[in-house]
């Protein structure tokens, strides 16, 4: 009997078995439209108003300079302008998403340069920054409005479950390098905060639609209104149908899926120094397996936010939200187990608070601390249990950074996070960094940061049971209760410059020093009939990466922008000195060396819009266990072409991956590999 093979997902089969059963359950929807016009009735009238620039999507609304005064908060965790953010950070407009043609996160996140974004089957993606790009990708902070959207269980993130009405995201900041000093545990490689647009801005109704190909079909809707003077609503509910992708020798995968989604937001003013938002969600999805199997998501979250300014040079927030997440995960049979269903469900508390203030003339001081809790359920399958079963987590944190400004144009920041979770204790992730303004509209900075991935319940709690008897080995892969916390010490050194009224770049540098990687370690002899299994979790590997992110925009004509974007990135992994790892320290790291992109805008005459992107991706190198593969090279081309007959109004027709029939984008040669395949939809919207 030989042993299961140990490839890019560290021997967890669960976390891309993630599929079910096309189901067609629009209760998310239809709750948000019989709400809306309830509400509706009781609500006081909103007047029709003429659309907003992200509705008409014109260049000439958002000018190069407008780009650069775009205000982020992922860096310094208070508003700043692009411009003055010292960090490699790439901002996903919400007009850049709406004029892309996307038709969920992981496909508008495309737009960033600096993430290396691969899809797997119809459902499943896979999304890094800086390396690390695997099944099990873990270092990584993901938050949609403040909320992180990560899975205890492996530290990573469930991609298909992260949803929203595209329409209403106000912009996704992108940060490549650790973020771990404001942001904590997880940050390692990079912070992906999405940001949702206020209720405020969202009145009236909104109505989407559309399939083709892929999606198959779509359908949303979102309406805002006044509950009171200062106090604004909005609901919305969306359902997609996606249709399944093929393997390589043509036949369907059988991987078809569809979600639905529905929620609010309410934003009040009540006096200008404070500001109260309370938002929540509900989604389900169920998803088909190319073996038969059905998987589900479900879950919500509620969420409340309180912001008072002091005064202009001091302000706090106080945030709580409450996440719940059910996953059933069809789990096929192994050696002489059976086959089952992995069920897990998440409750997670968290509550954070931040202040702001200034002291004296030269610190700007940033300080705050939170709490999460954590109780997670795994009801196992015969071939993957966790134990314990039930797990409680406490995670405690705070942190102080301090902008000391050392000249007019001259600062240094310096700052610290120090978080307590189970596993390992207390973790310190420290970092300083110098920022020189050398004009007004060209600025250096550089950074030195430590940060720490710690251990998920994967690290530690897996069991993978084989069922056989003694002398087999009752396991093919466990965790370790000696697992430790990864660790990056990141140098980083950048440039960012508005160059004329028509060209903006930015280029960043860095070279990371990993220690502590996971790797997967034989606990007894390799020979029959134990074969060196289990394998078990350990922290053997060591290494290295560095590279380069390079992006520029610029406006041709008033009517036609331009966007390019590269990145290198240079990985040297390895077995630390007498140590071993049974996938030749190959098993962390599937990424490509070299990526570029080149993107078009135009507002053509007779409002009509087109919007095309180019990419090429270099090759992947991927494993099974010991055995090194590949996923080609390869180049793609999106398209859309959308018309406005009316202000609000608008229909569009988008062509996804038009190079080639089909294409791979992440996997092992092997005849499950999945191809990703060219698609066409139309879509049409309204708003009013």
Same mark, same amino acid.
């Given at each position: 009997?030989?042993?299961?093979?140990?490839?890019?997902?560290?021997?967890?089969?669960?976390?891309?078995?993630?599929?079910?059963?096309?189901?067609?359950?629009?209760?998310?929807?239809?709750?948000?439209?019989?709400?809306?016009?309830?509400?509706?009735?009781?609500?006081?009238?909103?007047?029709?108003?003429?659309?907003?620039?992200?509705?008409?999507?014109?260049?000439?609304?958002?000018?190069?300079?407008?780009?650069?005064?775009?205000?982020?908060?992922?860096?310094?965790?208070?508003?700043?302008?692009?411009?003055?953010?010292?960090?490699?950070?790439?901002?996903?407009?919400?007009?850049?998403?709406?004029?892309?043609?996307?038709?969920?996160?992981?496909?508008?996140?495309?737009?960033?340069?600096?993430?290396?974004?691969?899809?797997?089957?119809?459902?499943?993606?896979?999304?890094?920054?800086?390396?690390?790009?695997?099944?099990?990708?873990?270092?990584?902070?993901?938050?949609?409005?403040?909320?992180?959207?990560?899975?205890?269980?492996?530290?990573?993130?469930?991609?298909?479950?992260?949803?929203?009405?595209?329409?209403?995201?106000?912009?996704?900041?992108?940060?490549?390098?650790?973020?771990?000093?404001?942001?904590?545990?997880?940050?390692?490689?990079?912070?992906?905060?999405?940001?949702?647009?206020?209720?405020?801005?969202?009145?009236?109704?909104?109505?989407?639609?559309?399939?083709?190909?892929?999606?198959?079909?779509?359908?949303?809707?979102?309406?805002?209104?006044?509950?009171?003077?200062?106090?604004?609503?909005?609901?919305?509910?969306?359902?997609?149908?996606?249709?399944?992708?093929?393997?390589?020798?043509?036949?369907?995968?059988?991987?078809?899926?569809?979600?639905?989604?529905?929620?609010?937001?309410?934003?009040?003013?009540?006096?200008?120094?404070?500001?109260?938002?309370?938002?929540?969600?509900?989604?389900?999805?169920?998803?088909?397996?190319?073996?038969?199997?059905?998987?589900?998501?479900?879950?919500?979250?509620?969420?409340?936010?309180?912001?008072?300014?002091?005064?202009?040079?001091?302000?706090?927030?106080?945030?709580?939200?409450?996440?719940?997440?059910?996953?059933?995960?069809?789990?096929?049979?192994?050696?002489?187990?059976?086959?089952?269903?992995?069920?897990?469900?998440?409750?997670?508390?968290?509550?954070?608070?931040?202040?702001?203030?200034?002291?004296?003339?030269?610190?700007?001081?940033?300080?705050?601390?939170?709490? =999460?809790? /954590?109780?997670? $359920?795994?009801?196992? *399958? &015969?071939?993957?249990?966790?134990? @314990?079963?039930?797990?409680?987590?406490? #995670?405690?944190?705070?942190?102080?950074?301090?902008?000391?400004?050392?000249?007019?144009?001259?600062?240094?920041?310096?700052?610290?996070?120090?978080?307590?979770?189970?596993?390992?204790?207390?973790?310190?992730?420290?970092?300083?960094?110098?920022?020189?303004?050398?004009?007004?509209?060209?600025?250096?900075?550089?950074?030195?940061?430590?940060?720490?991935?710690?251990?998920?319940?994967?690290?530690?709690?897996?069991?993978?049971?084989?069922?056989?008897?003694?002398?087999?080995?009752?396991?093919?892969?466990?965790?370790?209760?000696?697992?430790?916390?990864?660790?990056?010490?990141?140098?980083?050194?950048?440039?960012?410059?508005?160059?004329?009224?028509?060209?903006?770049?930015?280029?960043?540098?860095?070279?990371?020093?990993?220690?502590?990687? =996971?790797? /997967?370690?034989? $606990?007894?002899?390799? *020979? &029959?009939?134990?074969?060196?299994? @289990?394998?078990?979790?350990?922290?053997? #590997?060591?290494?290295?990466?560095?590279?380069?992110?390079?992006?520029?925009?610029?406006?041709?004509?008033?009517?036609?922008?331009?966007?390019?974007?590269?990145?290198?990135?240079?990985?040297?992994?390895?077995?630390?000195?007498?140590?071993?790892?049974?996938?030749?320290?190959?098993?962390?790291?599937?990424?490509?060396?070299?990526?570029?992109?080149?993107?078009?805008?135009?507002?053509?005459?007779?409002?009509?819009?087109?919007?095309?992107?180019?990419?090429?991706?270099?090759?992947?190198?991927?494993?099974?266990?010991?055995?090194?593969?590949?996923?080609?090279?390869?180049?793609?081309?999106?398209?859309?072409?959308?018309?406005?007959?009316?202000?609000?109004?608008?229909?569009?027709?988008?062509?996804?991956?038009?190079?080639?029939?089909?294409?791979?984008?992440?996997?092992?040669?092997?005849?499950?590999?999945?191809?990703?395949?060219?698609?066409?939809?139309?879509?049409?919207?309204?708003?009013?």
């Amino acid at each position: 009997m030989s042993p299961k093979p140990i490839g890019n997902r560290g021997g967890i089969n669960f976390v891309s078995r993630r599929r079910a059963a096309r189901q067609r359950p629009m209760i998310a929807l239809c709750s948000a439209l019989i709400l809306m016009r309830s509400l509706q009735a009781q609500m006081e009238p909103v007047a029709p108003t003429e659309p907003d620039a992200s509705s008409v999507n014109s260049l000439k609304d958002l000018s190069i300079e407008d780009l650069m005064n775009i205000e982020v908060t992922s860096v310094a965790r208070q508003p700043e302008k692009l411009q003055d953010a010292p960090s490699a950070i790439q901002v996903i407009t919400g007009d850049d998403i709406q004029r892309s043609g996307a038709t969920s996160i992981p496909e508008a996140l495309r737009l960033a340069d600096n993430l290396d974004v691969a899809q797997q089957n119809s459902h499943d993606w896979d999304i890094s920054a800086r390396g690390f790009n695997t099944d099990l990708a873990n270092k990584l902070l993901v938050m949609i409005d403040g909320r992180t959207v990560y899975t205890p269980l492996f530290s990573g993130v469930f991609w298909n479950a992260q949803d929203y009405l595209l329409e209403d995201i106000d912009r996704i900041e992108v940060i490549s390098g650790p973020g771990g000093t404001l942001w904590g545990a997880n940050a390692v490689n990079g912070v992906i905060n999405i940001t949702t647009k206020s209720a405020k801005d969202t009145q009236g109704l909104y109505v989407e639609g559309g399939g083709g190909s892929q999606p198959q079909d779509f359908i949303g809707a979102r309406y805002g209104g006044i509950i009171a003077p200062n106090i604004y609503y909005r609901i919305y509910g969306k359902y997609t149908d996606w249709n399944h992708e093929d393997f390589g020798n043509g036949t369907a995968a059988n991987d078809a899926w569809d979600q639905g989604q529905g929620g609010f937001r309410i934003d009040a003013d009540p006096s200008p120094d404070n500001k109260f938002t309370v938002s929540g969600d509900l989604y389900s999805d169920t998803e088909n397996d190319p073996s038969g199997g059905l998987a589900k998501n479900s879950g919500g979250n509620l969420l409340g936010r309180w912001s008072h300014t002091f005064s202009s040079d001091s302000d706090m927030s106080l945030q709580m939200y409450y996440d719940r997440t059910h996953l059933l995960d069809p789990e096929a049979a192994d050696f002489s187990e059976p086959a089952g269903v992995l069920a897990d469900t998440l409750d997670t508390y968290d509550v954070d608070f931040q202040h702001h203030f200034h002291l004296g003339d030269h610190n700007n001081i940033i300080w705050g601390a939170g709490y =999460r809790f /954590t109780d997670d $359920t795994v009801e196992p *399958a &015969p071939t993957v249990t966790f134990l @314990p079963n039930h797990l409680d987590q406490s #995670l405690y944190s705070g942190f102080l950074q301090d902008e000391i400004k050392l000249a007019e144009n001259l600062s240094f920041t310096l700052g610290s996070k120090l978080e307590h979770n189970d596993y390992t204790g207390w973790e310190v992730e420290p970092s300083a960094r110098l920022q020189w303004n050398a004009t007004p509209k060209q600025m250096f900075w550089a950074a030195v940061s430590r940060a720490v991935r710690t251990p998920s319940r994967i690290d530690e709690d897996l069991r993978e049971p084989t069922g056989l008897p003694t002398p087999f080995p009752s396991s093919i892969l466990d965790g370790s209760t000696d697992f430790v916390s990864e660790t990056l010490i990141a140098y980083e050194a950048g440039y960012r410059a508005q160059l004329g009224t028509k060209t903006t770049t930015s280029l960043s540098l860095f070279y990371n020093d990993y220690n502590n990687i =996971r790797s /997967t370690t034989s $606990t007894t002899p390799a *020979a &029959p009939p134990s074969f060196g299994f @289990p394998l078990v979790f350990q922290n053997n #590997l060591e290494g290295q990466t560095y590279g380069l992110e390079f992006t520029a925009n610029y406006q041709l004509f008033d009517w036609w922008r331009l966007h390019a974007g590269y990145d290198l990135l240079k990985e040297y992994l390895r077995i630390k000195p007498g140590q071993v790892d049974f996938n030749n320290a190959l098993n962390e790291t599937s990424d490509p060396e070299q990526q570029w992109s080149l993107r078009s805008s135009m507002d053509l005459p007779h409002n009509v819009t087109l919007d095309s992107a180019l990419r090429w991706v270099d090759t992947l190198h991927n494993n099974n266990g010991p055995t090194p593969g590949t996923v080609p090279s390869y180049y793609e081309l999106e398209v859309r072409l959308g018309w406005h007959p009316v202000s609000n109004f608008e229909i569009a027709i988008v062509g996804e991956n038009l190079l080639h029939a089909h294409h791979y984008e992440y996997g092992f040669p092997s005849a499950a590999r999945e191809e990703i395949s060219r698609s066409f939809m139309v879509k049409a919207s309204w708003q009013y």
